[in-house]
Nanobody, 123 residues
Framework: QVQLVESGGGLVQAGGSLRLSCTAS????????MGWFRQAPGKEREFVAA????????YYADSVKGRFTISRDNAKNADYLQMNRLKAEDTAVYYC????????????????WGQGTQVTVSS
């Protein structure tokens, strides 16, 4: 079992930045690929970014490429989502996720999820 806790969400103006953190506990963090997904009101959950176990491989949704950066610190059992040049359409609940094995963009393959953190971007 892996427990995931997100932090860092909040209210920010368009064009601003936020950094989300996800802290893991329970198992060896470096065994897990990590992902971030988001869900806006009335919409389905969508992929945002993912990172491999060692951090060498990353994936991004087209909508955030060039603005968001995923990273991880295995010594701290944490991964991060740096979000720059935020837009109103980035408003959503952001979820951290983990899976044993390789990184993927498919949410169905992630077995562990945090409770989510709200990100609201005002225009």
């Amino acid at each position: 079992q892996v427990q995931l806790v997100e932090s860092g969400g909040g209210l920010v103006q368009a064009g601003g930045s936020l950094r989300l953190s996800c802290t893991a506990s329970g198992r060896t963090f470096s065994n897990y690929a990590m992902g971030w997904f988001r869900q806006a009101p009335g919409k389905e959950r969508e992929f945002v970014a993912a990172i491999s176990r060692g951090g060498a491989i990353t994936y991004y949704a087209d909508s955030v490429k060039g603005r968001f950066t995923i990273s991880r610190d295995n010594a701290k059992n944490a991964d991060y989502l740096q979000m720059n040049r935020l837009k109103a359409e980035d408003t959503a609940v952001y979820y951290c996720s983990a899976r044993e094995g390789t990184a993927t963009t498919r949410d169905i393959l992630f077995g562990y999820w945090g409770q989510g953190t709200q990100v609201t971007v005002s225009s």
